[in-house]
């Protein structure tokens, strides 16, 4: 039986730096927004937040876990990084669940998704394939629930909130109930946030 792995995803909005009325070579902050608040980061934990949605491809397979992003920050930030890791765990800048399990039900209801790239539709030659870009560049390819879903997940209280009302719009006989649905979300997370098609903010 193959072992599912807690993975790792960030939260919140990238402001970017932000420089003094002076100027000078370093930014005093970096400033990440999440839900209606606003954080101000030092350079190291800005660091690993960001390099949270690097590895798009680990992201979409599910294996972007703890551990690896850990890796990646050393080189940056040196043998701190796991207790930066920890500390941004702690504040609500990163978020940690275990795909196909009830941590993964508790990610929807704790959190929204905001889109932050273009819809791309799909096309007569792939009407099943939606895509998700930027510029007219595609940056993911998804499948139709899941597009719905990042398409309109922002007007509910919650991503499960969302499947919820998803669920009600499907025919009697449709394959997935609401646990199932949220599972296939869920898992479509990861690859959406760490490419900056969207981002998670929590709920309410």
């Known amino acids: 039986m193959q072992l599912v792995a807690t993975i790792i995803v960030p939260v919140g ?44 491809q680990a992201h979409a397979r599910l294996q972007f876990t703890r551990r690896r992003l850990i890796e990646l920050c050393e080189a940056l930030v040196g043998p701190a ?19 196909g399990s009830r941590t993964a039900l508790e990610l929807l209801r704790n959190y929204n998704l905001h889109p932050s790239a273009q819809g791309m539709g799909n096309s007569a030659e792939r009407p099943e394939v939606f895509r998700i870009g930027r510029d007219g560049n595609v940056l993911l390819e998804v499948v139709p629930d899941v597009y719905s879903f990042w398409c309109g997940a922002f007007t509910g209280s919650s991503l499960w909130e969302e499947v919820l009302r998803y669920e009600k719009e499907l025919p009697p006989d449709a394959p997935l109930n609401a ?26």
């Open 13 to 56: 909005f990238d402001n970017g730096p932000r420089f003094g009325p002076d100027g000078g070579t370093e930014p005093h902050y970096y400033e990440v927004t999440v839900g209606s608040q606003s954080a101000g980061l030092p350079r190291d934990a800005y660091q690993v937040w960001s390099t949270a949605h690097v590895d798009v």
């Open 81 to 99: 990084a796991g207790t930066v890791v920890e500390r941004m765990l702690a504040d609500g800048l990163l978020a940690e669940f275990e795909p």
């Open 179 to 204: 646990e199932e649905l949220g599972h296939v979300l869920s898992a479509a997370v990861p690859m959406i946030v760490s490419s900056r098609c969207g981002f998670l903010e929590p709920a309410g």
